[in-house]
């Protein structure tokens, strides 16, 4: 009865269109009067919440990736991947372009809605105007954003850190991410060349040496700050947090003496984004907070991994109706919000069938992240409409590929735990 009132409280208030935060709230308020537990307790865990050093991972990385995302770093991404694919004289070589360079950009910014934005307004008229359809390239757009919820500084990797309650290393989710994010892109580059082979899409075109060596120039002081977050971690120079803010100062060093392209007025509204943004964030992380000490008071995760036992005790069963609970979930509520509400109910049960808890943040973010292309909250979806100039009517009845080569790369890192732990045991150790 307990964590019926918790979850009907819950679903009331989102149903009725309060924040989600306050939702959260007002759940664990309820909750805790149900049980008799002083609200005092309540106000205390969401305290605790946003008190943890690891929390400063959270702004320094917004701000980087906000920084670069809007100062050219896009344009001279999508101009060096044009470089690289130039090279091979592929069919379809511009969908090769928007892919790789949503991958480079998903390295700076850490932000799926980001990359949406930033690539898309480049690249899909740059497309059209090369004779692709607009509805392809906005499809692709939205997809290969995906990649920024996995590779790091993935905003959402520390989130699920966080959901854990700490337990878990912001550096290992980081690595844990790289591959999974790299087969996602290059999953997504062999849909483009079956589909441009199928439906006739130009060749990409040769790029003169001279601009050639150029472009790299000027793409490569956006690119090392890939090297500060990645090296500095492997290397042990530096903790996730401190990555994070080297990234912040190098961004603003690179956005405004190197390439030039932001004004320097602009940088008071480019801070106030990024403080909306994270307060927002940081609020919600604290009434979730809440909301786990309750739940684990009433035992939620102990009844739910006997609901998930008396189904199946089989661990591959288990990981498939996960997915598909997880899936669904996507398609309703938001990312932070799923990750700060499933996390502390679902990692106790698969921790009781030997999935690594590291490798479980990989499914559980791609999940979501598929979530995210999908009605009717798909903030990366209507974006990339928005961006594109379609309606979503028009993208749903195309993307159906893409969702199939997303679910298949889904059904890869689940099964194969390697791909998402290979890196780091090896590198982290």
Known sequence: MDILILLTTMLVCFVIGMPIAYSLAMAAIVGALSIGIPLEAVMLKISDGVSK????????????????????????????ADVLVGLTRLRGGL???NVLATTFLSGISGSAVADTSAIGSVMIP?????????????????????????????????LYSLATGGTISISALFMAGVFPGLLLGFSL?????????????????????KDAIKITIDAAWGLITLVIILGGILGGIFTAI?????????????????????????????????????AMVLTLIACASSVGYIMALTQMPAKMTAFFLSISSNKYVILFLINILLLVLGTLIDMAPSILIATP?????????????????????????IGL????????????????????EEVMRK???????????????????????????????
């Open 126 to 158: 740059q497309m059209e105007k090369n004779g692709y359809p607009r509805v392809f390239a906005t499809n692709l757009t939205i997809t290969s954003s995906v990649q920024a919820l996995l590779v790091p500084p993935s905003h959402n990797a520390v």
């Open 53 to 80: 050093v690891a929390m400063l991972t959270i702004p320094f990385f917004v701000l980087a990736g906000a920084i670069m995302a809007e100062g050219g770093m896009a344009r001279r991404l999508v101009a060096f």
């Open 345 to 369: 109910i679902l990692l106790p049960v698969m921790a009781n069938f030997g999935v690594d808890p590291v490798h479980f943040g990989m499914i559980m973010l791609l999940n979501l992240g």
């Open 95 to 97: 969908s090769i372009v």
């Open 242 to 278: 401190e990555a994070g803010a080297v990234a912040c100062i190098w961004a603003f060093f690179v956005t405004m003496f190197i390439y030039r392209d932001y004004r320097w007025r602009d940088l008071p509204v480019l801070l106030h984004r990024t403080l909306r943004t994270v």
């Open 373 to 392: 292309c999908h009605p009717p909250v798909g903030a990366i979806l209507f974006v990339g409409c928005a961006v594109g100039k379609v309606t979503i």
């Open 189 to 209: 580059i062999i849909l483009c060349l079956v589909i441009a082979y199928r439906n006739d899409h130009p060749r990409g075109q040769v790029v003169p040496a």
């Open 399 to 429: 993307i159906w590929p893409f969702y199939g080569v997303m679910f298949l790369v889904l059904m890869f890192v689940t099964y194969i735990p390697e791909i998402s732990l290979w890196l780091p045991r090896h590198v982290l150790r």
